[in-house]
């Protein structure tokens, strides 16, 4: 039988704010557990939650983000559920009226493009954490995340593959990271994906009946949790039995996937609106400001690189990847007179490299855009080649001199005069007579070896073009 594969996301984004979404306390990472645990966030009788202005421009600027509808008036509801790490007895959070509604986002596959439908987006408050280490036979509670405020973003079971559920989530968290309204660190756990999961046999329109996978904290492991999580229903099903809907934990360390508890309905939740919160209006000149603030979005951005400094398209998408890198690009290329295709090349090649083995990201790169620029300035000048970039490269991560202090420094300055580039020449094949009378005999291949050693004899900086000339009219 060919089985249909379908998926459904939920992601929690911890929204980066300063204070908590009802309270004033810090939302910090990494602090001793409990400093940031206020009256609120420890539910002391009689405190009130107060709503977080800046959580909501956030959540609106995600909303337009994905072109959805936003709700101007948006209800808090309470879902109630007992937690150690859930001191008040129920979460707020917003049920039948979310901030954010229908939205969509494009993602890309080896399959081509797919648009994968967002039911909803809305607000809500994070719980505190259980800590099991270093408790011998007790949980430790920690309330510093309780009440950072999450948005719940919520897909159709529109993915049909674990790749393209890959390629969503690596979307939304490139979008929530350019949009600026969440840090994405999944080591953190600011950027976290419950996977549903279901197989139908192939033509069949109702849906399978799904499983909830929890603990997913890894691209690679909701690809691998996913893969698992399919061949294990398709099984249950072959094997005459019924998938069951439950929650389930994927645990990395066993690659599989383990029953937690049956699924829970929303009845059992007993929603209703919070009486202690208001409904949240949101009115036109707030959207307004909201969509002041949004910066170019990265698709169209990619397109614009296309456009205006003619790459291809994975080389766009390499560099619009990261918000930074992409400024970067545009700073580099708008002061060098270098070919656009070499800055990318550059970039995605010999910066790339060095920032990862430092373990930087861009905006902490030892080489700005402006000494970058002018490395780039001086290749294109032919003051020294390619090849000799690479060592002034490495020189200028190293120190905070300018590229033509390192030139003149160490002598790097290409040779192009022709008469001393000629000189090396007929040296070298002076010195290496058998080879010449191989050339003569019509073996091509050492003409390479002729360019090496006129290279290698002028350190790297005769003018590559020259040389080839120079030699193939003493030769030929
Ligand atoms: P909850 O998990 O709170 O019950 P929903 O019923 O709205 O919420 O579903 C949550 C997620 O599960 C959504 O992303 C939805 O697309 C996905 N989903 C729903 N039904 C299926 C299914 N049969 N197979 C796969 N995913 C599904
Ligand atoms: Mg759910």
Redesign the pocket.
């Known amino acids: 039988m060919q089985w249909e594969i379908?998926?459904?996301?939920?992601v929690h984004v911890q929204l980066q704010t300063k204070s908590k979404i009802f309270s004033g306390a810090s939302t910090s990472y990494g602090a001793s557990p409990n400093t940031q645990a206020c009256d609120v966030s420890i539910a002391l009788p009689g405190v009130l939650p107060v709503m977080n202005r800046e959580a909501a421009f956030l959540a609106v600027k995600f909303g337009l983000g994905i072109d959805a509808e936003i709700n101007q008036r948006s209800i808090f509801a309470r879902k109630n559920y007992f937690y150690p790490d859930l001191p008040k007895g129920y979460q707020i959070s917003q049920f039948e009226l979310p901030v954010v509604g229908k939205g969509k986002l494009e993602i890309k596959t080896s399959k081509g493009c797919k648009t994968i439908g967002i039911?909803r987006a809305h607000l809500e408050e994070d719980a505190g954490k259980s800590l099991h280490e270093d408790f011998h036979g007790m949980t430790g509670i920690d309330l510093n995340r309780a009440g950072t405020p999450l948005l719940e973003i919520?897909?159709?079971?529109d993915m049909r593959s674990a790749e393209e559920a890959v390629a969503y989530l690596k979307q939304l968290h490139m979008l929530v990271r350019y949009l600026g309204i969440s840090d994405g660190n999944m080591q953190e756990g600011s950027f976290r994906c419950d996977a549903?999961?279901?197989v139908r046999p192939a033509g069949q329109k109702e849906?399978?009946?799904?499983a909830?996978l929890k603990n997913i904290n890894s691209f690679r492991f909701v690809e691998r949790a996913i893969g698992i999580e399919v061949e294990r229903q398709i099984e249950v099903i072959e094997d005459g039995g019924d998938v069951v809907q439950e929650t389930r934990l994927y645990d990395s360390d066993l690659d599989e996937t383990r029953s937690m508890r049956s699924k829970e309905e929303?009845h059992d939740y007993r929603y209703f609106p919070d009486p202690d919160l208001p409904t949240m209006v949101l009115d036109d000149s707030f959207i307004e400001s909201v969509r002041a603030s949004l910066p170019e979005l990265p698709h169209l951005r990619q397109t614009r690189f296309v456009s205006e400094f003619s790459l291809n398209d994975s080389d766009a998408e390499k560099l619009v990847h990261d918000r930074d890198a992409a400024d970067y690009f545009e700073a580099v290329c708008n002061s060098s007179a270098a070919d656009t295709k070499i800055v990318a090349n550059w970039m995605n090649g010999e910066l790339n490299s060095a920032l990862n083995t430092a373990g930087l990201s861009i905006k902490d790169s030892p080489v700005n855009s402006d000494r970058f620029a002018e490395l780039l300035d001086r290749i294109t000048d032919n003051t020294i080649s390619g090849k000799i970039a690479k060592e002034v490269f490495s020189l200028l991560w190293d120190s905070n001199k300018s590229v033509d202090e390192i030139i003149e420094e160490k002598g790097l300055k290409q040779i192009t005069d022709s008469s001393a580039i000629e000189s090396i020449v007929d040296q070298v094949l002076a010195e290496n007579y058998d080879q010449v009378a191989q050339y003569k005999d019509g073996n091509q291949k050492v003409f390479g070896f002729f360019v090496g050693q006129v290279m290698k004899l002028s350190q790297g900086k005769a003018n590559p073009k020259q040389v080839n000339e120079l030699l193939r009219n003493k030769l030929d």
Request: hydrophobic share 35%.
């Open positions: 379908v998926i459904g996301l939920e039911t919520v897909s159709e079971p549903n999961v279901s849906l399978g009946t799904r909830e929303a």
